[in-house]
């Protein structure tokens, strides 16, 4: 199946949480589901699944549901989750290091090919089965291995220097955690940013204006 | 200002970007803004901005645009900034201290009361001025301090049991970075999701489909 043109980025959103659900419902030996039971788990309507598979052109067969392991396989391929996309990560402080211990990046279509930092004392220094470089040796491999995805994890006062170096050396995909906004000041980049100030200021607005039914997007 | 019912998530999910763009206008000294300018920096569209606006009872005024100092002040009124919820930090691994290096909580409405784990070797040390204390502390610490926001960075099969106590003990509202879908087995709590995997495999998608423009919701 191909994306249809101008996808909502809301549904590419939901795209890996069905990923995740249909691999939850996999492990615990489900065939098929039903789009009303998707949509529970979803949290959003049966019509809206059915109109978010149909922006990849339709899945679904009417009165039996959705094949899980069919359907996880699609999303699998829409996603690209085979690419295996090579990842850099700029910056081994804290949270370098906390994305290294908590996220398997193998399992979601990516290699950690190498992690940079500008401090010396880190140097050497090994992160999940990498030793930590200089950034120094950025454009030598970046020519050699040609990383697609830089995840950003420096503070905000050298992230738009570390970027101008990123995209002058070919990466134009970055998983962003500096509070950087790198689509205003770089064109035909792709960007996804994890935001945490925001993030926490939302579930601040949560605490102070209550709803009956907390919504996920 | 007062929200009124049925906000969208989406528009929600805006508000903590619009007070952070206008605290940058004001630190460079912006009395106003148009919708039209802010639009460009919000990346949608100006009429968009003022349906926004308008759910929280509308702030601009015909051919003047916003004013930047009192627009950013309603929203933070909107949002509860102000309000000061005591947090707590459950799981002091990597991710825990990664969020207190990289969060500052005061800006945000928020002030750090204490931070727990399980792992008797973690007990005592300091991250952010707080020694790391054992859960077995968390019932009187509740009671005493009347936390009402726990961020939750313990292991996904911890997840189900430390929510449970958390519930017991009064907090509903749930910062979540565990991948433990909260909503699905408790009801009535606020939660804000970290979900990394999912946000690794959004960039995945973009960078397996590029768009022209990059959208940010």
Not at 95 to 121: H, V, W, Y
Not at 125 to 140: F, N, R, T, Y
């Amino acid at each position: 199946m191909k994306p249809t043109d101008n996808i909502s980025p809301y549904v590419i959103k939901r795209l890996p949480r069905y990923y995740r659900y249909l691999g939850e419902l996999l492990e615990e030996g489900r065939v098929k589901i039903s789009s009303n039971e998707l949509s529970q788990k979803m949290r959003i309507t049966a019509s809206q699944i059915r109109q978010d598979l149909n922006c990849f052109g339709g899945f679904g067969q009417q009165g039996y549901g959705y094949n899980v392991e069919i359907l996880r396989k699609e999303i699998s391929d829409i996603i690209g989750i085979e690419k295996n996309n090579k990842v850099i990560i700029l910056g081994a402080g804290s949270m370098g290091q906390a994305i290294c211990d908590n996220i398997s990046f193998e399992k979601r279509g990516c290699t950690l090919a190498g992690i940079f930092d500008k401090d010396p004392l880190l140097h050497g220094k090994i992160i999940a089965g990498h030793q930590i470089m200089s950034d120094e040796h950025l454009p030598q491999f970046c020519r050699e291995e040609q990383p697609k995805i830089a995840v950003l994890c420096v503070p905000l006062e050298s992230a738009r220097g570390v970027c101008d170096i990123l995209i002058k050396l070919g990466i134009k995909s970055f998983w962003n955690f500096s509070h950087f906004d790198i689509n205003h000041h770089f064109d035909n980049v792709n960007v996804e940013n994890v935001h945490l100030g925001d993030s926490l200021l939302t579930l601040v607005y949560k605490v102070n204006v209550p709803r009956e039914t907390d919504i996920i997007i």
